[in-house]
């Protein structure tokens, strides 16, 4: 990876962690169990995709990373509650995650039902906390992440993957799996971060169109990871799709033509950056990175 | 019970149970199961406290119930999720609830998560659709309901719940749990009624210091209709909490001395209300209706 990219995502990523770690509360505050629970899967070396697409996005529409900052701790803390909660024993039943135990193997079932539930609500108490612009007020960013997180979306997705599984599905039922489980919140994160740099419709629809085709770019290279990787190397259970006969790109498309279906998915972002000009330079730098990751 | 308390009673829950209706999607909706699953919970025909306490704080406050309705709605929402988890298997592990069987028993363990889930995103989402007022923003009922229900009050209450079970606590263990778990959340369906009212500082100071009594009464009227009731009466299984060695009002004071202290609280709340003269009449009525339903 190009150097100034690798100090960019650094830095982005430690400005996030330092923000979360004002956010969330201390082991000393009761009741300690929880707010230990809940630091847990948030400070476990995720890669904060999420958070470093909010600010870059904010970036490119003129605004600055301290305004985003709360829109991208809230992102990260939808994700990591999403992550938590599907590795229950209910759900897709995961023993590790980022190379450690799930949150349920540490601290019980019960603890992590609630530890889910609690950054789920987070989320919505740090972005309460950014600062409205001109076009956009709190409530604005609160419904576009609350539409996000919803039923019909990162949550619905999940209740699709689970349905499907076992199931012999189509190319089109997969899309629509990872349009609702992934890319969504990939939007999110892009729309939140340019909504505190008060961006105008246009740059809001081109980070949209940006961001559903580098979400399914970045789930149809999950998937070929999840075949091609160790379990030691990926931090989570490799082969893990296949044992339960989820619907994947790879299982769907083959892996080369998952491969080859990932590699247009980004040219279809990188295009949707145009009327960006050299201000979309930080955002088409992360789809290409996105794209060579491991493998 | 008074007829026009309960006249006015019914067509808060009914004028709350319509607009929930336009709030939740319906089962066409994809993913239909999760929709239905969301549906079960809500429309099981619970008493609407907390919408009741909402829409008679607007208008204790020269407020009207339509503005107060997508408060109402949300706090409703953030009950009703609250108790899908808690019934969970990795937690109470109950099989019924209101006369039916839990939303686990019904649709799955994993499901029943994700519906909770979905009810805790759709509470945000609602309340992002209230009206801003003179002294109040979208953005200041947001963090008031995500406060209320995050890791220090509602779900930190259900953690130390599920952590002094079975051991012996002391008064002020009991209430530190109930201020939490249930207080906080009648609290904040009052403040947030209020606020849609452009609600003053002593008005919010008054009705926080009647939610706070108000709510421990309620929770101590709770406990002795565990011990003296039955399961058919209640909806719920009777009985459960000496079960299972909770601490309660009745374990920690005896029945006759948690109906003394029920009683006591219910002063307390009404003295509170002293502030809104003739206007605090609904909700003195509220408090003595609750101090002497079914015991």
Same mark, same amino acid.
């Given at each position: 990876m190009d150097q100034v990219l690798k100090d960019y995502?650094?830095?982005?990523?430690s400005a996030t962690d330092m923000a979360m770690e004002g956010f969330l509360p201390t082991h000393d505050v009761s009741p300690g169990s929880i707010h230990e629970a809940m630091r847990y899967p948030v400070?476990?070396?995720g890669k904060?995709?999420?958070?470093?697409?909010?600010? *870059? @996005? %904010?970036? !490119?529409?003129?605004?600055?990373?301290?305004?985003? =900052? *709360? @829109? %991208?701790? !809230?992102?990260?803390?939808?994700?990591?509650?999403? =992550?938590?909660?599907?590795?229950?024993p209910s759900m897709d039943d995961?023993?590790?995650?980022?190379?450690?135990?799930?949150t349920h193997?540490?601290?019980?079932?019960?603890?992590?039902?609630?530890?889910?539930?609690?950054?789920?609500?987070e989320?919505?108490?740090?972005?309460?906390?950014?600062?409205?612009?001109?076009?956009?007020?709190v409530g604005d960013m609160i419904a576009e992440l609350a539409e996000t997180g919803g039923s019909r979306k990162l949550i619905g997705g999940q209740v699709l993957d689970l349905e499907g599984e076992g199931k012999a599905l189509r190319k089109e039922d997969l899309i629509k799996i990872h349009e609702a489980k992934t890319a969504a919140l990939l939007v999110c994160s892009l729309r939140l971060g340019a909504m505190s740099a008060n961006a105008d419709a246009t740059e809001l629809h081109a980070l949209s169109e940006y961001g559903y085709s580098l979400g399914l770019a970045f789930q149809a290279i999950d998937d070929i990871l999840d075949v091609t990787q160790t379990t030691e190397s990926l931090g989570k259970t490799a082969g893990k799709d296949e044992a339960v006969s989820k619907a994947?790109?790879?299982?769907?498309?083959?892996?080369?033509?998952?491969?080859?279906e990932a590699g247009r998915l980004t040219q279809v972002a990188l295009d949707a950056l145009k009327p960006f000009g050299a201000a979309g330079g930080r955002l088409r730098e992360i789809a290409e990175w996105m794209l060579l990751r491991e493998y």
């Open positions: 995502l650094c830095d982005a990523v400070f476990a070396g904060r995709l999420r958070p470093v697409l909010c600010i *870059a @996005a %904010a970036e !490119a529409c003129g605004g600055s990373r301290e305004n985003a =900052l *709360a @829109a %991208a701790c !809230a992102v990260e803390l939808m994700h990591t509650y999403s =992550l938590v909660h599907d590795d229950l995961d023993d590790l995650r980022r190379g450690r135990p799930t193997k540490v601290y019980g079932e019960g603890m992590a039902v609630l530890c889910g539930d609690a950054l789920l609500t989320a919505f108490a740090v972005l309460a906390k950014a600062s409205p612009t001109a076009r956009f007020t994947t790109y790879p299982a769907v498309w083959g892996l080369e033509g998952a491969r080859a």
